[in-house]
């Protein structure tokens, strides 16, 4: 083909700033060509289909001709008519029929497809012409789709038709092909290769109005996401003059939307990358320009994944570029922060990948051996290193988000195996510090980062100190004995003249340091077996002593993680409950602490809690290990973990495992052959684990009876539990607990002829027997201990049991009296002291059976009230009978209402008159009474003492008389108690809130000497006291406004418990309707300003209580009160108080003018440093929310109060050199006086003279007396 001359030929369509730029020169364009006819819709349709036709033989003639077309000087292809064409279809596309906009979308597809092919064939340059049909059909399609998309981007809610994306992907299709063709053949279509910048970036425009809305994965595939990706791609590869332009972009479209992030990072990989990724490093370096100031925080959110994502696809770039980015760390936006962590995360990731290629990979074998020869191993250590060390620094990042994403990268690295192991124990240290952190999302990462190590571990399945720990000392012994030469001289002479122990460890630790050290130095290829030997002993030792400092790390902050479980926040507690199941498997001592401490969360107020708790129990004592509680353990391993947590728990880790249990039960995922393994334990077991089944067993019977229920059961029961055995071995724990077994059974019913009945006689009798502590030994107190909680367990079997309890307590009271006294002058006091026990007991239990059947009779009543009341609302609703029928069943109803207040009348006659005062009981109370009081001192033991006074104390919970009869005992003896004996002054303030519960009235008074109880010197009965005061408060049983400075004084204590339990009495006070702790604040100040406290322990009692102050009312109303104080102070020191306090409320408006109107009442104090300085604070807190109207009255009060404050100070000042002055006056008046007198006696001395005056003493004078030095 003949080349035509094209150069220095311009070209005839340049690319306009806008579609009607055409009507203008050098284009010269009509709206509609002069033949259009428009007379009527239907011609005017006919029109459009005519240009549309125009345009498609237009292109039937360069499909037949093709490039010649362009050749040709007669007649334009792209002539004017055809540009006109093209302008008005694509300008009036949007009213154009369905059909015709189909038509010109494939004529103008077709034109650019046609074009391209043609470009496709040509081996040299086209001609000017030929550029310009390019750049017109490409701009006429690029116009169409702006257009169109332009449109649907603001009409969001319209749904998209199937024809309009149809032509969408046709459209793209076209100029994607057209690209391509551009592209590939950039030296033949533009001159010298240099393509015209305009027509190229056409595609990319294109592009970026796609992508803008590609939001998810459903809109990025109908916008033909990818294809507008590829078409930018291919343009930065074919024009590299066109690459800032395209970069600005990216970075625009970055800045405003917050899915392209992750579409720039994946364009940046369908770029070339040889010789590098140009586009990439460009986008990198446009990152890392960017200012906080320059542009909108939304701007740097958006950008920032761009970052993470780039480096997640190609971080050996990231890393090559890291420098741009590293100033980022510095600078405010956390974002960036957050994404640079992220990335070099994905960086080390790689790094620790490359690494091991490094070491398995030949780099001669594979197409990877490049890569691996660029970076030496010391490089990717180094880099490493770096990089770690970053994301060590980045956890104390001042943004908790950030915090936050670096303990996630750090979970990551710990996941995919690309942490090195010298930072294993580093990193648990770092995660175990951060669980002190203030923000919930950081420790939650925190305890996922412990758990994910845990689970990661480089160790052994099996986390036991124990092996490990002999293990390393083992090695330390083989090392010690087999030093290298020079080593073992150096050891042996730095020991010479040491005996002091720390230093002997200090030099061992060194040489197995520098034995290490050594060892490392050696060479492989050289060593002897020895020698060999010998390495892999200090490589085992290293490995070892690595296992054991992780161990140590979670051992020592097991406090912090079980704090975890006593957090408000619910995350936290989940979290650590999925740790702790963890460490189980894993058999961290620290796990089986901490699952006891978080059974006692089922009783959490909080459902999805209780239930994260019943998972954890399950997934270590029920299922096997990652199961996820699917798969069961064999039953007898079942038996086994539940045994071992039975047998080690307190009383109240039992309570919290008997709800587990009987939650489970409930839900059948305890099979029942467990039982039956526990039965068998039981009955062939040793003591404790007879014990422990016997506990389990009566859990289990909680949810069914049918576990233990049985004729059978009851007499293995008491074989097992009340038998032989048991007696031997005086074992009054596994009595009492075959004792709590039976009192999962039904009452016996008096049958001789059942066999259960008849098993049950015998259970009674061996159950007495226990009761009156037939088996005791009186030789040691620790038995008569043990038997307490036998008995009492055992009195209320026999009142669950017994066809008639009252009747069996009374031959055991009888029984123990009998040889209790026997007659003599003196008993023994543990024989007393079980007496008393018993009889205590026996009296509670009489009362809980009294109200017992009382509620059955109620009950009986109230279902016979209901079915006569069902009657006779079917009477009245059928209209039958007379009136007098129905008058009768209304007087039956009320007979029921009178009938009911009579029973409740016998029950608190059968309380007061009856249990303690014609029963037997009853006949024992003034002994008991006289014990307690011990006038004289008589009774010294304490068991005999604590018993007697708990007696007392179920004595009257029996009867209201009796107890306000001896309220003032019991409190004297509480007063009178020795200080080493807290158990009884413990379990006397338990007694008294059990009786203020019952009888609020009689012990009101009593009041304030429970109070005091929150000063005994003992911590058990201080927080027992706080306990118990916390549950009459809480259910209004006691009044808290007169001492309630004792409870505020309770935040400041050294128990960190009593801190918490008082911390939760106040927030629980502060969810009340009407805060009451804004009523008590005034008192507590009072009271707080007269004690001798610590500034420190008033200001954080007061700063703890003032932030429940939420409402402004009250802030304003406080602030008023306070104020009115100063003039009632009577010290500085309380003038301080009432101003810290003032400063620590929620100013506004109100409260600096009220501040501000009574500025007289405090203005004598602003002297004071303190004072001031809480002035000031206040000034600056209001400066913040002051209205710009009222600064100009803020700043007066600020200048009153600077003025009186100087003023003060130099009134301060003046008086103290007035006091001192006046003190100097006073001693120089003195000394004149008395030099005065001394005159005057001189004086008469020497007139009345003596005759004899050598005989005659010299009288000195007082000043000269006074220097007379003694010889």
């Known amino acids: 083909m003949e080349q035509a001359n094209t150069s220095g030929v311009e070209p005839a369509f340049p690319i306009p700033a806008s579609l009607q730029d055409l009507e203008r020169a050098p284009y010269n364009l009509l709206p509609y060509p002069n033949d259009f006819a428009d007379d009527d819709e239907a011609t005017r349709a006919d029109s459009f289909q005519a240009l549309v036709f125009g345009l498609q033989q237009g292109n039937v003639a360069l499909r037949s001709q093709g490039m010649n077309v362009f050749f040709n000087t007669d007649e334009q292809w792209l002539s004017e008519d055809r540009l006109q064409a093209l302008y008005t279809l694509v300008r009036k596309f949007a009213s154009l029929a369905p059909a015709t906009k189909k038509g010109v979308v494939e004529v103008l597809v077709d034109t650019v497809k046609l074009l391209s092919s043609l470009l496709e064939q040509e081996s040299e340059t086209v001609p000017q012409s030929f550029r310009d049909a390019v750049a017109a059909h490409t701009y006429m399609l690029f116009s169409l789709l702006f257009s169109s998309e332009t449109a649907a981007a603001g009409d969001l809610n319209k749904k998209e038709s199937t024809e309009k994306q149809s032509l969408r992907e046709s459209c793209v299709a076209g100029l994607v092909c057209l690209t391509e063709s551009m592209a590939n053949n950039r030296p033949t279509l533009w001159q010298r290769g240099v393509p015209d910048e305009a027509v190229i970036l056409l595609p990319c425009r294109v592009a970026y109005i796609l992508l803008e809305r590609a939001t998810g994965v459903v809109a990025r595939k109908a916008l033909c996401g990818d294809e507008a990706l590829r078409m930018i791609a291919l343009t930065v590869d074919s024009a590299e003059s066109a ?229 390393l000392m083992e090695l330390f012994e083989y090392v010690k004995k087999n030093l290298p030469e020079i080593i073992r001289e150096a050891h042996e002479a730095s020991l010479i003249g040491v005996e002091d122990n720390d230093t002997l460890s200090e030099i061992e630790f060194a040489t197995i340091k520098a034995t290490i050290a050594e060892v490392e130095s050696w060479e492989i290829d050289t060593l002897s077996e020895s020698q060999q030997d010998f390495s892999t002993k200090i490589k085992a030792l290293k490995y070892t002593q690595s296992a054991v400092d992780f161990i140590e790390v979670f051992e020592h902050a097991n406090t912090a993680l079980e ?289 017992s059947l009382s509620g ?31 008058d009768d069943i209304e007087a039956e109803l009320g007979m029921a209402a009178e009938v009911e207040a009579e029973n409740e009348r016998k029950l608190a006659d059968i309380s007061e008159n009856e249990i303690l005062g014609r029963g037997l009981v009853s006949v024992f109370a003034p002994l008991l009474v006289r014990v307690v009081g011990n006038d004289g001192g008589k009774f010294q033991s304490e068991v005999l003492m604590q018993s007697c006074t708990l007696a007392l104390c179920k004595f009257m919970c029996v009867s209201s008389s009796f107890c306000e009869k001896h309220l003032s005992l019991l409190f004297k003896a509480l007063a009178n108690a020795p200080a080493e004996d807290t158990i009884m002054r413990a379990n006397t303030v338990v007694a008294l809130g059990d009786l203020a519960f019952r009888f609020p009235n009689e012990v009101e008074p009593y009041t304030p000497r429970l109070y005091a109880c929150l000063r005994d010197s003992s911590t058990k009965v201080r927080r027992h006291t706080l306990m118990v005061l916390t549950h009459l408060i809480l259910n209004d049983m006691v009044k808290v406004k007169g001492q309630v400075c004792e409870i505020a004084l309770c935040l400041r204590d050294d128990d960190p418990r009593i801190r918490d339990m008082s911390r939760l009495l106040f927030h629980e006070l502060s969810k009340r309707s009407n805060n009451p702790i804004y009523n008590l604040l005034p008192d507590i100040i009072s009271q707080l300003s007269l004690l001798p ?129 006046k003190k100097r006056a006073s001693k120089r008046a003195a000394r004149k006086q008395l030099e005065a007198v001394d005159e005057i006696e001189d004086e008469l001395e020497f007139d009345e003279g003596s005759v004899e005056k050598e005989n005659t003493p010299v009288r000195t004078s007082r000043r000269a007396r006074k220097n007379v030095v003694p010889m």
């Open 856 to 886: 059955s009779v109620r009950r009986a009543n109230a279902r016979k009230s209901l079915k006569k009341q069902e009657q006779a609302d079917q009477a009245k609703g059928k209209k039958i009978g007379s009136n007098s029928g129905d």
């Open 243 to 471: 690459l800032a332009s395209i970069a600005a972009a990216l970075m625009d479209l970055m800045h405003s939307h917050e899915h392209m992030a992750v579409l720039t990072a994946e364009l940046c990989i369908m770029v070339q990358e040889q010789p590098s990724n140009r586009l990439a490093i460009d986008l990198l370096r446009e990152s890392g320009r960017l200012e906080g100031a320059d542009i909108k925080a939304s701007g740097i959110k958006h950008v920032a994944p761009f970052l993470s994502e780039l480096a997640k696809l190609r971080p050996r770039l990231v890393l090559s570029h890291l420098s741009h980015l590293l100033p980022h760390m510095a600078r405010e936006p956390y974002h960036m922060r957050s994404a640079l962590v992220a990335a070099a995360a994905h960086i080390l990731e790689y790094l620790g990948k490359h690494s091991q290629q490094a070491e398995t990979t030949n780099p001669s074998s594979n197409q990877d051996a490049e890569d691996v020869a660029k970076s030496a191993p010391l490089d990717v250590a180094k880099s490493q290193d770096a990089l770690l060390d970053l994301l060590t620094e980045r956890v104390y990042d001042v943004s908790s988000f950030t915090r936050s994403a670096t303990l996630k990268a750090w979970i990551g690295l710990v996941q995919n195996g690309t942490l090195p192991k010298s930072r294993i124990v580093p990193v648990t240290r770092m995660a175990m510090d951060r669980l002190q952190d203030k923000t919930v999302m950081v420790r939650k990462q925190s305890m996922q980062l412990l758990t994910t190590l845990l689970e990661n571990n480089p160790f052994m399945g099996s986390l036991d100190p124990v092996p490990y720990t002999r293990k």
């Open 1093 to 1221: 406290n610590r500034k420190e322990d008033f200001r954080g009692i007061m700063s703890f209580l003032l932030g429940y102050i939420k409402k402004e009312r009250q802030n304003e109303m406080l602030t008023e009160k306070l104020c009115l104080r100063f003039p009632k102070c009577t010290t500085v020191s309380q003038k301080a108080d009432l101003s810290y306090c003032i400063a620590q409320l929620k100013l506004n408006e109100k409260s600096i003018k009220c501040l501000s109107d009574n500025f007289k009442l405090y203005k004598e104090a602003l002297h004071d440093d303190d004072v001031r300085k809480s002035f000031d604070s206040m000034i600056s807190k209001a400066k913040k929310f002051m209205k710009p109207e009222l600064r100009q009255f803020l700043e007066e009060w600020e200048s009153k109060l600077k003025e009186f404050a100087e003023l003060g100070a130099e009134n301060e000042l003046a008086g103290a050199k007035a006091a001192k002055a």
């Open 563 to 851: 704090g975890m479980l006593l957090s408000a926040n619910t995350s936290d507690v989940t979290e650590a409950l999925r740790f702790f199941v963890q460490a189980r498997h894993f058999q961290l001592p620290c796990a089986v602490t901490g699952m006891k401490r978080a059974l006692a969360l089922m009783w959490s107020s909080e459902q999805s809690i209780r239930d994260e708790v019943l998972k954890a129990f399950v997934d270590v004592f029920i299922a096997k290990p990652g199961t996820d509680g699917s798969e069961l353990l064999p039953d007898h391993d079942i038996a086994k973990n539940l045994l071992v947590l039975s047998g080690k728990s307190s009383v109240s880790e039992l309570a919290s495992v008997e709800e587990a249990v009987i939650r489970l039960v409930k839900e059948d995922r305890i099979p029942a052959e467990v039982f039956l393994i526990l039965w068998s334990i039981a009955s062939k077991g040793s003591g404790e684990a007879r014990a422990a089944a016997l506990q389990l067993l009566s859990m289990g019977a909680g949810a069914d009876r049918t576990i233990v229920d049985s004729k059978s059961r009851i007499k293995l029961l008491l074989e097992a539990g009340l038998g032989d055995y048991t007696q031997d071995r005086n074992d009054w724990r596994l009595a009492g607990a075959a004792a709590i077994v039976l009192q999962r059974i039904d009452r016996a019913k008096v049958d001789p002829s059942d066999a259960k009945f008849l098993v049950l006689e015998r259970v009674i009798e061996e159950l007495s027997t226990v009761a009156r502590g037939d088996w005791c030994r009186d030789d040691t107190p620790v038995d008569t201990l043990q038997w307490f909680s036998a008995a009492e367990q055992t009195i209320k079997a026999l009142f669950v049991i017994c066809p008639e309890p009252e009747k069996a307590c009374s031959d055991i009271i009888l029984g123990m009296h009998e040889t209790t006294f026997r007659g003599a002058d003196q008993c023994h006091p543990l024989r007393l002291a079980r007496f008393f026990h018993v009889l205590g007991q026996i009296a509670l239990e009489l009362l809980v059976y009294t109200e």
